[in-house]
């Protein structure tokens, strides 16, 4: 007869009422523990990343905790920030009312008020995130397992989820003109490859894969370069 799979909760050392941050800290201390690279069981940390699959999602924790019969606590879902390009859409049907002129001094006034009051503030919190992640990485590497170096690389990810949650919110806020329809997306491809970035530096604060250290700091490469890109056809937009 087969065996049953261990329990997350016990596999980690929480208790089913744990939140979701102390399971988060005790996942993260027990990888750092048993990692192959500082002579831990491979067998173990099998053990522990199948326990963060299910404790670690709040949909599949629910499951199992129904399954399980606990009375485990309720966990809200992190809300997403990903949203659909929105922002890109044209408006409706054109006014029939205004003469041509007006109606180009109109587009015009229009976009020169989302440069100001969304892209603006948009480049410059892309920017805060991109900017500094070099340093940041220098100095993680200095010991990837000294709990302080990872605390301040953990801060600095916590402090840019902030700031990616307010350009999310600057871009929802403001339809882009339709004549910067194809600006309005590649800002939206830009902020997306940040999203990405800061997820797999995530996952590899949490697990001490270099694959995702790898792909994050690629992806930040690429939005560094889309921000770029981005900030010459800004200027080439201007009125």
Not at 146 to 163: H, P
Not at 200 to 209: A, D, P, S
């Amino acid at each position: 007869m087969p065996q049953a799979a261990p329990d997350p909760y016990q596999v980690l050392g929480v208790a089913p009422l744990a939140s979701a941050a102390e399971i988060k800290a005790a996942y993260r201390a027990l990888v750092k523990q048993h990692h192959p690279d500082t002579g831990g069981d491979a067998h173990t940390i099998l053990e522990l990343n199948a326990a963060w699959e299910v404790l670690g999602d709040v949909d599949r924790r629910r499951r199992h905790d129904q399954l399980r019969g606990g009375a485990a606590g309720s966990v809200a879902a992190a809300p997403g920030v990903r949203t659909a390009a929105a922002g890109a859409r044209a408006p409706g049907g054109a006014s029939s009312g205004p003469t041509r002129r007006r109606r180009a001094a109109d587009q015009d006034s229009e976009l020169g008020q989302w440069l100001q009051l969304v892209y603006a503030p948009i480049d410059r919190l892309l920017g805060q995130v991109i900017n500094p992640f070099p340093a940041q990485l220098r100095a993680l590497s200095a010991d990837p397992y000294d709990d302080q170096l990872m605390e301040a690389f953990c801060a600095y990810l916590e402090q840019s989820q902030a700031r990616l949650e307010k350009v999310v919110g600057l871009y929802r806020s403001r339809a882009c003109p339709a004549s910067a329809q194809g600006f309005g997306l590649s800002l939206y491809h830009c902020l997306s490859q940040v999203q990405d970035a800061l997820a797999e530096l995530e996952r590899y604060t949490m697990g001490y894969v270099d694959s995702y250290l790898h792909d994050g700091r690629e992806m930040l490469r690429e939005a560094k370069r889309r921000r770029t890109r981005l900030q010459e056809e800004r200027r080439r937009l201007d009125l």
